[in-house]
Structures are given as C-alpha cells and as structure tokens.
C-alpha cells in the first residue's frame, strides 16, 4: 500500500439527504438527450437529423475541429429534436428510446491482447472518448497526445457525493478490463487515487496514492498536484470511475452499455438513495414522486452543490455526473439574519455557533446572501486549496488578462471544482469558476 498523503487544507460541508446505500433500478425513460453545452470548447456538427432512427452506439455529433471525436447515442430509437439556442447554437440533441432499435456492435476482445491504435480506435468509433478529460484546462483529450500519465480518483469529498465503492459494487473486474484498455494509451502509468477501506485496492496495472482529508482530497487536479505537479508542456489525462465502466463494457460485450448508477440526494428529497438509469436521462423521470414538497420552490442540480449545474424538470442530466441534488432555493428575505447567532447555519470561516456541533448535518439553501463586492486578500482562499498555489493572484491575473502571470501562478494545475470551495465561502461573492474558465479559454485561444 502507498504512502498516505494527508492534506489539512480544504472544507467538509455536512448537508442533510446523503444517499442510503440501497439501488433501485429505474424503468428505461422515453427519451434521452446529449448536450454539446456539457463539454467546454467543443463546437459540435450535427451526425444525424430530427426524426433520424438511430441505435445505440451511432453517431449524433462530433467535433468540427476534431473530427475523429464522434459522441453517439445512449439508447436506440428517433431523434426527436434538435434543440437550438442563440446563433442556432445546438443545446440538445434529444432521443425517443425504443427497445426495438438494437446497438451498434462493436470488436469484442481482451484489450490486454490488442494494439493502442486498436484500442484506441475503439474507443473513438463507440463515442466514449470524450469521457478522457486532459490536463492542462480540463476539455477533451486529443486522440493525437499521448499523456504523460492517466489519473483516476476512486472517491468524492464534494457534499452529497456518491460512494464510488458502492457504484462498482460487483464491477470490478469489468473496471480492471477498463484500466487495461487505457494502459494502452500511455507510455506512463495510471494513478489511482484511493482512501482507506477502498474497494479498489485490489486493481492491477495501476499505482496507487492514499489520500485522507477534507474536500477538495477527492478532486483528481488536487490528488495531481500533490503527487506529479502539471509543468508546462505536460499533458495528463484524468476520466471518472463509471467511464472505465462503459469502457470495460465495450471490450467485454461488444456494445455501447451506457447504464450508469447516480445518487439521488438532499434535504429535499424523500428517500435519498442510488439509482440505475442511463446517462442523458430527463431530469423530470429522475425526480418524479421524490421531492419532498412538489409546490416548494427548490434547486435541482445535476452534479454537486459546489460544481454542479442548475437544470428544471426539462432538462437532462450532465453527461459526467453521478449526482442529482435537490436543496430549498433560499429565495425568501432573511430579516436581520445578519444578528442571527446562528445555532442552525453554518459557515466556513465559523462564526456561527454551529461550529460548536461539528458532526451536524445541516439544510442549506441557494441563497447569495449579498451581492459582489471588493476582491480582496483576505486569506480566505488559501486556507481551502491544498495546492502549491496562490488563487487571488491566479484570478486577478486572469482579471487583467495577463497570460505570463497565469502561467506562473498555477493555472495549468486547476479547473473549476478545484477552487469551487473558494467561490461558496467568498466574502467578496466572486464568481471564482466563470473567472477561472475565462482564463482557462484565454489560454487555449493563445497558446493551445
């Protein structure tokens, strides 16, 4: 066993509705949709037209400046619609799902046997390539790098997080043909990152490093950071857990199995626990008889509290998350909630008496409390990044478009959630991951 890494930096925030251990599988939807909007850069060219039949496995889209990265259907059936925002940009592409459609069949064989290009040539005709994320900037990894390492974290921090050992629950050995098939596509080695009692400690092909600590630990940027720092010129891939599921599904059957399990969590929802949809599922099928008040206004969010993505009951869930939140929307006026002891809040830098109960599990909302004001030091950020890294100067660089300044303050190491903890305990409410986003495509505009 590795070493373990114990990080001190960073915040646990304790919310109400974790999901119980308990998986119910849920009835096939009627339709599923694909978002170009869920992959940073990408600008996607339509595969098919509106009443096209497809089956699963068969192209939707692609990229128009990588063509060889094709994201195909989750399910068989009919196009439905395509859907289109301003410009005619393409929001969704959503699937009525009919059983009768079949998959596209695929080479099924050990990946252990085959050739990168082989493997690697699987994996982009079936559409599961955009699940390989690269680092440096946190988009789709180019199918001409080759990565100095691949990076996989086995468990979340993040508030509400699903349990990864419970997701792979009776798939390990699907999930070690997954990590055999990506041990083809570098010449490094694949890192798993893994807490104590993890249900990975057992996979082969890999090298693990054991992490213990507050949120961010799980994030992979941090689990990096604090292994193999990204230098500039360096390109590491990171993917999640349940990609390395469809990928070992792949290899094993032949097929594009999208079938994934999300946690259905928070204080809003009645019986929070786990369940076995298929990726693109509609968020009204998710939810349906599960909210705890149908008429009170909440928040849904596909993915977690810090990170995720605000979606209504005609949306679609994100095509990485596992998790749906549901928590009060918080749009009621507080009055003189600033003279509030606070015995039922919580606060990062705790100065409510809650922080005298640190095992409390709390209901917050959504609520801003404030509008933005001044960004200024006030060491708040430092104290919730455990990286070698200075975060108010990163983004007031990015701020004054100083590209030379980004590069020495670390922006090659981050994306989003890695300082997502910063923007949720902001005093100065800045929109820390728009910032950090805008920079991120600043840098890719002028460097690549």
Not at 24 to 46: H, M, S
Not at 162 to 170: A, H, K, R
Not at 172 to 197: C, H, M, P, R
Not at 311 to 326: E, R
Request: proline fraction near 5%.
């Amino acid at each position: 066993m590795s070493e373990v890494i114990r990080l001190k930096k960073g915040l646990n925030i304790k919310l109400k509705g974790s999901a119980e251990k308990v998986l119910e599988k849920l009835p096939a939807p009627a339709t599923v949709a694909l978002k170009p909007t869920d992959f940073p850069g990408l600008t996607p060219k339509l595969s098919v037209k509106a009443e096209a039949e497809v089956k699963a496995g068969d192209a939707l889209f692609y990229d128009k400046y990588h063509p060889e990265i094709i994201f195909t259907a989750p399910v068989g059936g009919k196009v439905l619609s395509v859907n289109r925002g301003e410009r005619r940009k393409i929001l969704e592409v959503v699937i009525e799902t009919s059983e009768k459609a079949g998959k596209v069949k695929f080479k099924k064989a050990d990946p252990v046997s085959l050739s990168e290009e082989e493997v690697k040539e699987q994996i982009l005709k079936s559409g599961l390539w955009p699940f390989l994320k690269r680092r440096p900037y946190g988009i789709i990894a180019s199918p001409k790098e080759k990565p100095v390492s691949i990076y996989v974290s086995t468990f979340d921090t993040a508030p509400l997080a699903p349990d990864y050992n419970f997701l792979v629950d009776g798939q390990l050995d699907t999930f070690q043909t997954g990590i055999n098939a990506l041990a083809k596509l570098t010449d490094g080695k694949i890192y798993l990152g893994i807490n104590s009692g993890s249900a990975f400690s057992g996979i082969k092909n890999v090298e693990f490093n054991t992490f213990e600590g507050p949120h961010p630990a799980g994030n992979v940027g941090i689990q990096i950071a604090n292994t193999n720092p990204i230098n500039k010129g360096d390109v590491v891939w990171t993917i999640d857990v349940q990609a390395i599921l469809f990928i070992g599904r792949l290899f094993e059957t032949g097929e594009v199995d999208l079938t994934k399990t999300i946690a259905i969590a928070g204080s809003e929802i009645k019986e929070p626990k786990y369940y076995q949809t298929i990726l693109g599922a509609p968020v009204a099928s998710l939810v349906k008889d599960k909210l705890v008040e149908a008429d009170y206004n909440q928040r849904i969010i596909s993915g977690n509290v810090l990170t995720g993505t605000k979606v209504n009951t005609s949306t679609y869930m994100g095509y990485y998350d596992s998790l749906l939140s549901v928590i009060p929307e918080g749009d009621e006026y507080e009055f003189f909630g600033w003279a509030d002891p606070g015995f039922g809040k919580f606060s990062a830098s705790k100065t409510f008496f809650g922080k005298l109960f640190p095992k409390k599990e709390y209901t917050l909302n959504a609520n801003m409390h404030g509008g933005e004001r001044a960004f200024v030091m006030s060491g708040q950020y430092e104290k919730l990044v455990p990286m070698n890294i200075l975060p108010v100067h990163l983004l007031k660089a990015v701020l004054v478009n100083d590209i030379d300044k980004m590069e020495q303050l670390g922006i090659y190491e981050v994306v989003e959630e890695d300082l997502a903890l910063c923007e949720y305990a902001c005093t100065s409410k800045i929109e820390v991951q728009k910032i950090l986003r805008e920079g991120i495509n600043t840098m890719i505009k002028e460097l690549g």
